[in-house]
């Protein structure tokens, strides 16, 4: 059975280019149960994911992650954050160069929560990507997030249109 799941994750790929074919409800959340189950410190789970199927709002997000149209192929986009009020009652400005060490623990935890869905959609024959090349102030504007809470990364979830081959790997 461990072969299995390394199997999987050997072959999962980012994928840029999906079917116009739609997600089910019932797969995505299969996905949000996999993250549910993801480890986080003093089992705080941090996490909050906004599925977006709305083509404008899709459209938005994809302004805020430096224009990648291809983003848009995607029929499904989870937008992963972190909630810092699972560490501190004050909300403070969450940004990349917020000093707070309990916003690295809450990344840290959710960026494991957000990998849980990545290997459950590969396992599901869904495709994903994970994008993260924003900046937090817009893409919290884009998202409308609430102040305590900092965006991780959007995943584009989808059934693939191309098969990517494996990218280089360093030894062990």
């Keep these: 059975e461990g072969a299995i799941m390394l199997k999987e994750i050997k072959e999962r790929r980012s994928i840029r280019k999906y ?22 410190g003093s089992n705080t789970q941090p996490w909050r ?27 499904v986009f989870i937008v992963c954050a972190a909630d810092i009020s699972a560490r501190l009652s004050q909300t403070a400005k969450l940004d990349e160069y917020c ?9 840290r935890d959710t960026a494991i929560a957000i990998e849980h869905i990545v290997l459950e959609a590969d396992h599901l024959g869904l495709g994903t990507c994970w994008t993260g090349w924003f ?32 990218r280089p790997r360093k030894n062990l």
């Design 19 to 40: 079917l116009a074919k739609d997600v089910p409800d019932e797969l995505i959340r299969q996905l949000l149960e996999s993250a549910q189950y993801a480890p986080s």
């Design 49 to 75: 994911f906004l599925i977006v199927r709305n083509q404008t709002k899709k459209e938005q997000i994809t302004m805020a992650d430096h224009d990648q149209k291809w983003m848009l192929s995607a029929p």
């Design 99 to 107: 000093p707070l060490p309990e916003l690295k623990l809450i990344i």
């Design 135 to 166: 900046d937090q102030a817009e893409m919290q504007k884009a998202v409308s997030a609430a102040a305590d809470l900092y965006i991780c990364a959007v995943l584009t979830v989808g059934y693939s249109a191309e098969n990517p081959s494996m």
